[in-house]
C-alpha cells in the first residue's frame, strides 16, 4: 500500500503562493485590489516558511522514527497485508502529516487569521479560499497519534480489531482535503509589483517536490518497517 495521497503542508503552501503571485491585482486602490493584495502578501509569507520548514519537518520525522524504534520496534509484526489493516497502515500517514503541519502551526494560523476577513473579487475563488484555511487550520491541529499504544491494542486483539480512537482520526484526517485554488479567476488582477515573488515560489515549489519524491515515500515505508506494520 503506498502512502496516502494528500498534498503536503508545504508544496500546498508554495502551491498557493504561486497562485497568488501570479494573480496579482491591479492595484491596491479598491476592496477588491486591497484584499486581494493583502492575500498575496499572507500567501508569500506562508509559503516562505514553509519552504525554511523543510528540514526542520525531516529532522522531526528522523526523530520520531529513533522513539518508535526506542519504544514499540515490530509491535505490529504479524500483520497481515489486507483490508482490514489499511486504518492502521494510514495512522502511521496521519503521524507524519502531524509532524509536517503541526512544525508551521503558527504561521499557518496567522495566515487563516489574516484572510478571514478578506473577500476577494472572485466569489467562487472566494468560496474555494474559505475551505482551504478551515482544512488548513484542521491539518495544524492533528493530534499526534500515540501508534505505540495502537499498535499494540491491534495486535493484542489478535489484528482483529483497529481502535477506535484510530478509526476516528482516520476519518477526520482523511475529510480535511486541500482544494486547489482557481487562481486563474483573478487573472485579470495582475501587476508586475509582485512579479519578484514569483521566481523565489518557483524555486521553493521545485525543492519541495524533490524532497517529498526522496523523502516522503521513504520516510512512510521506513517507519512501518520500524513498527511492523505491513507496506
Request: glycine content about 6%.
Amino acid at each position: 500500500m503506498n502512502r496516502p495521497t494528500k498534498t503536503t503542508l508545504l508544496r500546498a503552501l508554495v502551491a498557493l503562493g504561486a497562485a497568488l503571485a501570479l494573480a496579482a491585482p491591479a492595484s491596491a486602490a479598491g476592496t477588491d485590489g486591497a484584499d486581494t493584495h493583502a492575500l498575496i502578501g499572507a500567501a508569500y509569507a506562508l509559503a516562505k516558511a514553509s519552504h525554511a520548514g523543510i528540514p526542520v519537518v525531516q529532522a522531526k520525522i528522523e526523530r520520531l522514527n529513533l522513539e518508535l524504534a526506542a519504544e514499540c520496534p515490530d509491535a505490529g509484526a504479524g500483520t497481515l497485508e489486507n483490508e482490514a489493516s489499511e486504518p492502521m497502515t494510514y495512522e502511521v500517514a496521519v503521524a507524519l502529516w502531524s509532524v509536517e503541519f503541526d512544525t508551521l502551526a503558527g504561521p499557518i494560523k496567522r495566515f487563516v487569521s489574516s484572510v478571514k476577513p478578506l473577500r476577494l473579487p472572485s466569489a467562487r475563488f472566494d468560496r474555494v479560499l474559505r475551505s482551504y484555511a478551515s482544512n488548513l487550520l484542521g491539518l495544524a491541529t492533528i493530534p499526534r497519534p500515540d501508534l505505540c499504544a495502537d499498535i499494540r491494542s491491534w495486535a493484542a486483539s489478535g489484528f482483529r480489531t483497529v481502535p477506535a480512537n484510530v478509526l476516528a482520526l482516520d476519518q477526520r484526517v482523511g475529510s480535511l482535503e486541500l482544494p486547489e485554488l482557481p487562481w486563474n479567476l483573478l487573472a485579470r488582477y495582475e501587476t508586475k509589483s509582485d512579479a519578484n515573488l514569483v521566481p523565489f515560489i518557483k524555486r521553493a515549489e521545485r525543492n519541495v517536490e524533490e524532497e517529498e519524491f526522496l523523502k516522503g515515500q521513504d520516510d512512510y515505508y521506513r517507519i512501518l518497517k520500524t513498527v511492523g506494520l505491513p507496506p
